[in-house]
């Protein structure tokens, strides 16, 4: 039986009789509006060919199979479409930072595996990596720490650099030609040294705060009984609107100690006058007022799991479930609330091979464990933080295959994958990549034996956890 050497697996298709070279300039592309938003259908014959889609984005995933089919092609009839809306690609550029023309080749690579969603991580402990207008001291100054030392990676000396409004309006605008949305995420109330380093009188003590050079759990977060605070994230909410035109903003939620709200006069206060019960309610208030703030800017939130835990979070929010060992995110999608799945255990691609191998991120189910109502799941979303990524060719090493394994999660149906299958089909598909820039793990490296896997994963550990 022949195969379809294209990534993601197609939902349908059929092969014709003879082979067909083939041209895109003599693709005859029209739209259909009785197909769905990215349904498409491809006929690819010695006397047709013709791409037939819902819109103008089925029209570019009909497209970028073509692509994946090379010059010549047994003649094949495709009928597509994605398993779920939300297909997304996450890159930290706060702990180490990539260069526009970098971003652009791993845009590039995702817009041929069909996501459609780039989640821009723009700010942390480590560093304020958004040119703000308005204040442009939290670049200037939020930008740079001291040193680096995540672990085995260190780097002696300062370390800086930040996205220009005109770059991120490029990425914007570069995005837009493939039909892959920006979501930036400005992460608070935790995960905020570098900010709280230009203006520590946001924080409950208002005592200097060190941009972090080091991975980890910060108690530095914002207060939140002080006004000056919301004032703040409004002015820098308020220029990323102008900048990212998405219909989500992610304002991350997560990993936000509490001590320092337990001790504050302001917080306490907060939470008395709101009819509060405790700190975890305090961040739900928190949270629910910059949710406020951006619908009546006619946007939607996106948090991390744990902004569920105060339990007042509307279903206006959607939840992006990373590590949730209370299925909170379950409860949530059962209620009605949308999640996006960015598993921890199978979809963090930035942890080696050894603990998180191909196979165990291909193999993974976005409909999570308790789900009643998976239509609720809108998709999923491989996550590449980059506290112990430096460089271009790393962050590549680390994403693919794992990336292509994850988009084909997103667009193809589960009886349809087949991992062996996968992995003939990336063997071919890893030679593309090298052509536009990105050098992919080998798949001998990303499926290593179970003895690899215990040592290599004890190493990494032992390297970044353990040692200093």
Known sequence: MKNLSV????????FLNGEAEINCEKLVCRIDSSLQKEEYILTLSQDEFTLTGGSENAIFYGKQTVRQLGSKHPCVRIHDKPAYSYRGFHIDTARHIFTVDELKKFIDAAANLKMNTMHWHLTDDQGFRMEVSRRPELAEKGSVRKKSNFGSLKEYGPYGGYFTTAQMKEIVAYCAEKFITVIPEFDIPGHSSALLHVHPELTCSGNPVEIKSRQGIFKDIFCAGKEETFEMIFAVLEELLEIFPSEYIHI?????PKDN????????KRIRENGLRNEEELQGWFTNRI?????????KA???NESLKSGLISNSVTVQQWMDRKNLSVDFANKGGKIIVSDFFHYYCDYPYSMTPLSKTYNFSPILKGIRRPENIIGVEG??????INNFDRLCYMAFPRYAAIAESGWTKEENKNLADFKNRFASYSKFLSGIGINSAPLEESCPSPAKRISKTVQFFWNNYVTK
């Open 7 to 14: 990534i993601p697996m197609p939902d349908k298709y059929e």
């Open 252 to 256: 991350g939620g997560d990993e936000a």
């Open 261 to 268: 709200w337990k001790n504050c006069p302001d917080c306490q």
């Open 291 to 299: 949710v406020e703030f951006l619908e009546s800017k006619g946007r």
């Open 302 to 304: 996106l948090v991390w």
């Open 383 to 388: 996550a590449l933080w980059t506290e112990y």
